[in-house]
């Protein structure tokens, strides 16, 4: 016990120049940074309860999802939504490798057992309408959109959104690279595939992140009317992934 101490000590310590920039940039946003480690892995955990928005919460580690290779950051932002606003937004080549997933899963003789099993971002894909009427065509060409209603998705993207998406989709998002958002029960969260920890890949994620959760916390205040609401619920609930969105 003592020498696995030693070591994971000796771990940190020559990591040091590694996140010393990382836990330097928590402290002046007022959260609190903890390196994690499972089975070996290394990772980090940062929390603000006090984040003007809502209860920020990220992580990055070991991948939740089959999707993400290496590792991934995940992201989930209390912004008490209403439970009503079901919006997603993911990239493009992950929607269709992932639609084919979901083909196969229910052509499957389990069809039952697929239902409560796969991802609920893959159930999406069967139960939600998408988005057509983009506002840019390189948003467009790199990211696919759905919700509860046409009308929301759509809302969502109309205002800032679109563009810190097409910004992103130059280098922190690159063609290819695994990356879902999506509001539920009320969240925002959001999970990319990131190798190596990177401040300024979270950074800009981050910014992402905060113009996604102000345009939802903005359409939420408007999810009240019929128009906005989905008439069926095709699937049951399933619980959050994980801390962040499992």
Not at 64 to 89: C, F, H, I, S
Not at 144 to 155: N, S, W
Not at 194 to 200: I, N, R, S, T, V
Request: net charge negative; no cysteine; charged share 25%.
């Amino acid at each position: 016990m003592v020498l696995k101490q030693v070591k994971h000590w000796m771990k940190l310590r020559s990591n040091a120049a590694l996140w010393k920039p990382l836990m330097e940039w928590v402290a002046k946003r007022g959260g609190q940074f903890q390196l994690e480690e499972e089975a070996g892995a290394e990772g980090f955990s940062i929390v603000e309860p006090a984040n003007p928005l809502g209860s920020l919460l990220v992580e990055w580690g070991t991948p939740q999802r089959d999707y993400v290779q290496g590792a991934e950051l995940r992201l989930r932002w209390e912004l008490k939504l209403n439970p009503d606003l079901q919006v997603m937004v993911l990239e493009r080549s992950l929607m269709d490798r992932l639609e084919g997933l979901v083909f196969e899963a229910y052509t499957d003789t389990l069809q039952t057992r697929v239902d409560t099993d796969i991802p609920e971002e893959m159930r999406w894909l069967v139960m939600f309408p998408r988005l057509e009427q983009w506002s840019g065509k390189v948003v467009k060409a790199r990211f696919g959109a759905l919700g509860a209603t046409a009308e929301m998705i759509e809302a969502w993207l109309s205002g800032g959104l679109s563009d810190v998406l097409t910004l992103a989709s130059q280098d922190v998002i690159p063609s290819g690279h695994p990356f879902v958002m999506l509001t539920q029960r009320g969240n925002l969260y959001l999970r990319l595939q990131m190798p190596e920890p990177d401040l300024a890949v979270l950074q800009a994620v981050l910014k992402v992140a905060e113009v996604a959760a102000k345009e939802a916390q903005s359409l939420s205040k408007r999810v009240t009317e019929p128009v906005w609401v989905n008439p069926s619920t095709l699937f049951p609930p399933t619980a959050p992934p994980s801390q962040t969105g499992r």
